[in-house]
């Protein structure tokens, strides 16, 4: 390990897996520790002083970024998350609190999955990872801009961009190229996202504060009930004394699923309001009740390298499904199913009964039989078209 002082932060170069990894950190307190976009972090920015008021902030240049050494062998994202805790172990760093940035939140997104007991804390910021759901937008396709362009979208806004680049001078540019080409060799297929992380990140307990003066009874404690992205709707519409519309448009709604957590502001022995939720992402299913978490090895049929290079069954029928009692092992890392058959049976039979009620059925794995089937149709099929005066040439 060697060190030096660069500005208001430190740098030190540690050894990971027999590569070397730049590394700034300033500031005192506990770890924090900042997962860069794929852009790369441009030197010790305010932000990172910022935080450096409260913690002692670590910022590395991911393996095959900025300084570091390139692990030629890394091809997955996956990869990527190993390689950053063994930045942490290099750096003697047990439990940490985690910020990812863009890319740099896909992979702490990752890093939670494999070893959420180490994170005292999560914050995802625009992060990349899950693809998003019909009509919710796409991933910004970074191979159809410059290297300029794709950082000015990385920024807020161009006053941003001018404060922190100004004019890139050609080394700047250089680095932009060969931090997108350790980009493509780890998240071009599928690109910048997994099918596996919504079921795995079902496993991730993400705090949430509720900041509510004058309801919630006992401010600065912990809950511990089960809840879930879907439920947030209907807490904010609980809170606010304001029920679900049935119809809006004339177009009938569907009901909302999620349940409020405003009873839980209230008292620490609420119960938790479900105690049931499915996950279902190309094939890749999961499913948690009462405690209880059981989830499949599927791995989808839309990339042939994720099919030929990860483990995992293609096959509905052969699926194994892994059991975990969250209760006392939330990071999923002891499988109970030997142990436990019939509490698995009565789970798979649930996620199947589950999926059958929220239109998941029939199962479909592959990336373009589920966008073809998308109802409606993005793009309509047009039987009538009406031209006008003054438009173009037609052939």
Do not use: N
């Given at each position: 390990m060697t060190s030096q002082v660069t500005g208001r932060a430190q740098e030190q170069r540690v050894s990971v897996a027999g590569g070397?990894?730049?590394?700034?950190?300033?500031?005192?307190?506990?770890?924090?520790?900042?997962?860069?976009?794929?852009?790369?972090?441009?030197?010790?920015?305010?932000?990172?002083?910022?935080l450096?008021?409260?913690?002692h902030v670590y910022v590395p240049d991911m393996p095959g970024y900025g300084q570091s050494d390139r692990p030629d062998w890394a091809r997955?994202?996956?990869?990527?998350?190993?390689?950053?805790?063994?930045?942490?172990?290099?750096?003697?760093?047990?439990?940490?609190?985690?910020?990812?940035?863009?890319?740099?939140?896909?992979?702490?997104?990752?890093?939670?999955t494999?070893?959420?007991?180490?994170?005292?804390?999560?914050?995802?910021?625009?992060?990349?990872?899950?693809?998003?759901?019909?009509?919710?937008?796409?991933?910004?396709?970074?191979?159809?801009l410059s290297h300029e362009e794709y950082a000015r979208a990385a920024c807020a806004d161009e006053a941003s961009f001018a404060r922190h680049f100004g004019e890139p001078p050609v080394a700047q540019l250089v680095q932009?190229?060969?931090?997108?080409?350790?980009?493509?060799?780890?998240?071009?297929?599928?690109?910048?996202?997994?099918?596996?992380?919504?079921?795995?990140?079902?496993?991730?307990?993400?705090?949430?504060?509720?900041?509510?003066?004058?309801?919630?009874?006992?401010?600065?404690?912990?809950?511990?009930?089960?809840?879930?992205?879907?439920?947030?709707?209907?807490?904010?519409?609980?809170?606010?004394g304001i029920a679900a519309p049935a119809v809006v448009d004339g177009i009938s709604q569907q009901p909302l699923n999620g349940a409020s957590l405003v009873p839980t502001f209230e008292g620490a022995d609420a119960p938790s309001q479900r105690d049931t939720q499915y996950f279902e992402m190309l094939g890749s299913r999961a499913i948690y009740h009462d405690g209880w978490k059981a989830t499949t090895d599927h791995i989808g049929q839309q990339l042939r390298v994720e099919r030929?290079?990860?483990?995992?069954?293609?096959?509905?029928?052969?699926?194994?499904?892994?059991?975990?009692?969250?209760?006392?092992?939330?990071?999923?890392?002891v499988d109970r199913s030997e142990q436990h058959p019939d509490v698995l049976?009565?789970?798979?039979e649930l996620w199947w009964s589950e999926a059958g009620a929220n239109q998941v059925l029939p199962?479909?794995?592959?990336?373009?039989?589920?966008?073809?089937a998308m109802e409606p149709a993005p793009f309509a099929p047009r039987f009538r078209t009406t031209y006008r005066p003054g438009g173009g040439a037609i052939f």
């Open positions: 070397s990894v730049r590394v700034q950190h300033a500031g005192s307190g506990d770890p924090l520790v900042v997962v860069h976009h794929d852009i790369g972090s441009p030197g010790w920015l305010p932000f990172y002083e910022g450096a008021t409260a913690a997955f994202v996956r990869d990527e998350a190993v390689l950053t805790l063994q930045t942490l172990d290099a750096l003697g760093l047990d439990r940490v609190a985690l910020v990812g940035l863009g890319f740099g939140g896909y992979v702490a997104a990752e890093m939670a494999m070893a959420q007991a180490r994170l005292s804390r999560l914050a995802l910021v625009g992060a990349m990872g899950l693809q998003p759901p019909a009509g919710g937008g796409e991933i910004l396709d970074q191979f159809l932009w190229d060969v931090d997108r080409e350790m980009t493509t060799r780890i998240a071009w297929k599928p690109y910048m996202f997994s099918q596996q992380l919504p079921a795995l990140l079902g496993g991730v307990r993400t705090p949430l504060v509720v900041h509510w003066p004058g309801r919630v009874s006992a401010p600065g404690e912990v809950r511990d009930q089960f809840c879930h992205a879907i439920d947030l709707m209907p807490t904010v519409l609980d809170a606010a030929d290079l990860v483990e995992g069954s293609h096959d509905f029928d052969r699926d194994h499904w892994s059991l975990f009692r969250l209760v006392d092992d939330f990071s999923e890392a049976r009565t789970l798979v199962l479909d794995d592959s990336f373009i039989g589920r966008a073809v």
